[in-house]
């Protein structure tokens, strides 16, 4: 839409071909301008930080390896993540025969950006609101995070995650609104409680 | 009059400047002044907020070290490439023969024309002048300010007879470009990569500010004034590489301005009252509007960078602007007011296309 947001799109299209070229800078350069993002998708699926930066170190190597045949991809992005949610995937399957892979950090973490828009009481509903994307089934939590946090359309999200358009849009209705029926009860209980307490 | 007013929760998650705001605090200013005159939209807007940070989860963020060190690692890992070398008598040396005669035919080709052969040396000294090949100039000839978008989206303002040079990619680890005259500076934030400019043996580095330059090759004296953020200025080594001179550094903030000699390399700071250099609008444009009618922002932002702006001056009759607009890039400022007044642009060259739907 803007060019501003279209230019740096471009720039990485090229650099992505450099890179099926056979340009070595260029594969550092994507690599470390995704290496972040998809550390940090990543954990969704496990906690284990360094299983995540193994199966990111193979992925790249791969790519690097079959470079010659990836110069038709011009999604760079949604391709990087489906690769990396299906090495994932598949390492920790072998995984879990051993040991169970839960998410257990229960700690609230809302990072205090602006702090000035959350007043004290605002600590509560975070910590529900925590509470209730914790209890969304997984697809729909990773779905709503490709939308809002990685900003991938609708198609983009049902490449990554190997669901058709429908699936994913109906995933996003439906988590928006669980989140926000929590957000509303929350937010209620605050109010009811700060009446009693007010009287 | 901006549809931001009639905003509801569902609209603010899906507006990008609001979730480039809460993910990763872009545009802060610009943001809080508005809710400050939003009151109404406080609630919305911290719903918002709140489920869109509840969706990120927890940030378990790495440092830019860790990034880079995976980064090398992974480079390392790839195996070298084999290269076998032939003796030359059973490589290439018929391919050498002809790109010799080659290269002779065209030398006395050119030497019938003078002319040509001028063309050919200039080209060759636009290539040695940039280090590497794919390395752009712009030499503004015209009377005028010329305005340079570089491939970061910072924005150069070059005054009469100034000219810029920078690589069409920049490199993974910094933002190199080379300034003779005079000029503005809007660059882009960005801490990882570095932005150095090379100005008569003076260096320049920034990670997101605004300054002027004023480095004439017939001056002894090399000038820098920091409009916002922070400077970083050093002397460039004697042998003219990109190596910075660790012993001499000064740090610059808002209102400072340095005088760097380039025979003595020494710098002499002071304090200014504004930080004008080179009488160009954009040094002391603040860029701050308060319900300001959309033809006149537009009308200055023309004369800050010397760009042409069009619009339906009927469709956009009743739209004004209340922002505070700092040192972004002018690419940055056009996204900022066109998101404001719901209203697209489209830039080629130094000619901007608005189209609105207009405002009530």
Known sequence: MKNSERSPETYLITRWQQFCAGDKSAFGELTELNYAALYHYGTRFTPDGDLIKDCLQDLFLEIWEKRETLSYIAAIKPYLFQSLRNNLIRRIRRQSVFSDIRDDDVQDDISPESDWIIQETDQLTSHRLKQAIDALPKRQKEALYLKYYENLSYEEIATVMGLQRQAVANYLQYGIQKLREYWQHATIFLALCSEIAWH | ???????????????????????????????????????????????????????????????????????????????????????????????????????????????????????????????????????????????????????????????????????????????????????????????????????????????????????????????????????????????????????????????????????????????????????LPAESQNFEFKRTPLAEVFAELETTYGIRIQFDARAIAHCTLTARLGDEPVHEKLDLICTVVNARYQAQGNEVVVASEGCE
Do not use: C
């Open chain 2, 1 to 279: 009059m901006n549809n931001y007013s009639y905003f509801q929760v569902k609209d603010w998650l899906d507006d990008p400047a609001f979730q480039r705001w809460v993910y990763h605090g872009e545009q802060d200013a610009f943001w809080k002044e508005f809710i400050q005159d939003n009151p109404g939209q406080l609630s919305n807007i911290e719903q918002a907020r709140e489920l869109l940070l509840a969706v990120r989860g927890e940030l378990d963020a790495l440092p830019d070290s860790e990034v880079k060190a995976r980064v090398s690692e992974i480079l390392n890992a790839i195996p070298e490439e084999k290269l076998r070398a032939l003796p030359w008598w059973r490589s290439n040396w018929l391919k050498i023969a002809a790109v010799l005669l080659l290269t002779l035919g065209i030398a006395t080709a050119l030497f019938r024309e003078k002319e040509n052969l001028q063309n050919l040396q200039s080209l060759v000294a636009g290539l040695g002048d940039g280090d590497q090949p794919g390395q752009l100039e712009i030499h503004n000839e015209t009377n005028a300010i010329q305005l340079v978008t570089l491939p970061d989206g910072s924005s150069v303002i070059l005054k009469k007879h100034a000219r810029i040079s920078y690589p069409a990619a920049f490199a993974a680890d910094r933002r190199e470009v080379r300034l003779r005259g005079e000029a503005f500076f809007e660059v882009v934030k960005n801490p990882e990569k570095p932005f150095l400019v090379y100005a008569g043996s003076m260096v320049t580095k920034v990670k997101g500010t605004s300054f002027s330059i004023k480095a004439n090759d017939d001056e002894e004296d090399v000038q820098l004034v920091v409009k916002t953020g922070v400077v970083e200025v050093s002397a460039l080594e004697e042998d003219g590489k990109s190596e910075v001179n660790a012993g001499k550094k000064l740090i610059l903030k808002p209102n400072e301005q340095v005088t760097f000699n380039r025979k003595s390399l020494n710098m002499v700071t002071k304090t200014v009252q504004k930080p004008v250099l080179l009488n």
